[in-house]
C-alpha cells in the first residue's frame, strides 16, 4: 500500500536523502502516496524503494532504522483493525487473513505450540537488498506495533528469525538491541517467536463497534483497485515492469489467486480481453517514457519483440487516437 512507500520517502526525506525520482518511473504520484490504502506496484513498495534508500542512506539495516521510525497509521485500514481487536491473538489470527491487502505478494502464518506463538512472514518476491530491507522492516514493526497495543515498550520477543544472511558491516547486537532478544539470521522463513502468555494479553484500543466497520472497508478493498478491471491492469502493469514477456493469462491469473480458467470467465463477465488490458498499459507507458527511452529499449521495456514491432502498435494507437477525436 502507498502508506508504507510515503513512510520510507518521508523518513530518508528528513535525513536529507531524496527518493522522489524514484515514483514516476512506476507510475505513480506523490499525491498517490497520501493515501494510505492506495495502491502502488509490488516492485516498488517492496524493491526499489528499500533497495534506494539502503543505498542512498548508506544504512545497511535501513529496514530496522526505518521501523524505529515508522508513524503510526500509514498501513491504513490494516493497522486499524489490528488495534481494535480483543487481544493479542486475536490481532494475529486478524493478520493472517488481511496481508493481501498491504501487498498480494504476503501470506502470513500463526503457529500455535505449547511453548509460544510463532507469527511466520512470507514473501513472494525474487531476494535482494530491497526485499531483504522490507523483511526487516515488517518484523521490527510488527514489534513495535505489539508493543504499542498493549503499552508495554519493553515487550520482546523469546527470539526473531531473519531469512537472509547477517548484513555486511552490522553488529548483531544492533538487532538484539531493537527486538529485546535473540536474533539469527539465514533461517528458512522471516518469523517472530513470543511465549504463549502473551496470546490472551488485552490491547488497549479494543472496539468491536469500530473493529466492524474497518473490517466492511477491508472487505471493499480487499480486490487491490477499485474494479475488476482496474485490478487486472494494475496486474498488467506490475508484471510489465518485472518482466515484460511473462505478461501471459497464467501469470496474471496468479497475481489474482484464480486459476487461468476462472480469469478467463471473469474478462469474459465483465466484457474485457487480456490482449485489450495488455494493449492499453503498453499504450500508456510509451507515451509515459517515449521522451525517456530509444525506441529499442522501449520495445524491450514493453514486451515487443522488436523496434518494428514497437513502430506498427505505434501506428495502430495513432490510427485510434483519430478515430476518438470528435
Known amino acids: 500500500m502507498a502508506g508504507l512507500t510515503r513512510a520510507v520517502v518521508d523518513a530518508v526525506g528528513a535525513e536529507g536523502v531524496d527518493l522522489s525520482d524514484l515514483l514516476a518511473p512506476f507510475g505513480v504520484e506523490r499525491e498517490t502516496l497520501e493515501r494510505a490504502d492506495a495502491w502502488v506496484p509490488v516492485e516498488l513498495l517492496h524493491e526499489a524503494i528499500w533497495e ?11 529496514g530496522l532504522w526505518l521501523a524505529a521510525r515508522f508513524p503510526p497509521g500509514l498501513t491504513g485500514v490494516v493497522e486499524y483493525i489490528l488495534r481494535s481487536c480483543a487481544s493479542v491473538r486475536d490481532a494475529a489470527e486478524s493478520w493472517c487473513r488481511l496481508p493481501g491487502l498491504v501487498s498480494p505478494c ?20 525474487p531476494e535482494g537488498a530491497g526485499t531483504r530491507a522490507w523483511a526487516e ?4 514493526r510488527t514489534v513495535r506495533l505489539l508493543r504499542e497495543a498493549v503499552s508495554d515498550p519493553t515487550l520482546a520477543p ?16 544492533r538487532y538484539e538491541s531493537f527486538f529485546g532478544c535473540p536474533v539469527s539470521f539465514g533461517r528458512a522463513d522471516y518469523a517472530t517467536m513470543w511465549p504463549s502468555s502473551l496470546a490472551s494479553r488485552r490491547l488497549k484500543g479494543v472496539d ?40 501471459t493469462l ?49 520495445a524491450e521495456r514493453l514486451g515487443f519483440a522488436d523496434a518494428a514491432a514497437l513502430r506498427k502498435a505505434r501506428r495502430r494507437w495513432d490510427r485510434s487516437a483519430r478515430d476518438e477525436l470528435p
Open 52 to 62: 534506494a534508500a539502503a543505498a542512498r542512506t548508506r544504512r545497511a539495516d535501513v
Open 106 to 125: 504476503i501470506t502470513s502464518e500463526l503457529v500455535v505450540a505449547p511453548t509460544g506463538l510463532g507469527l511466520v512472514w512470507r514473501l513472494d518476491r
Open 137 to 140: 522492516f515488517a518484523l521490527g
Open 158 to 173: 523469546q527470539r526473531v528469525e531473519l531469512k537472509h544472511p547477517s548484513p555486511e558491516g552490522v553488529p548483531l547486537s
Open 208 to 247: 468491536p463497534v469500530m473493529r466492524a466497520a474497518l473490517e466492511a472497508r477491508a472487505a471493499d478493498l480487499s480486490t487491490g483497485p477499485e474494479s475488476f478491471r482496474d485490478s487486472a491492469l494494475y496486474s498488467v502493469r506490475s508484471i510489465l515492469f518485472e518482466a515484460p514477456n511473462r505478461v
Open 250 to 298: 497464467a501469470e496474471v491469473a496468479r497475481r489474482h489467486g484464480l486459476s487461468p480458467r476462472a480469469l478467463q470467465r471473469r474478462l469474459e463477465q465483465e466484457g474485457l480481453r487480456l490482449r485489450d488490458l495488455v494493449d492499453e498499459v503498453r499504450r500508456s507507458e510509451y507515451e509515459r517514457l517515449r521522451g525517456a527511452l530509444t525506441q529499442v529499449e522501449l
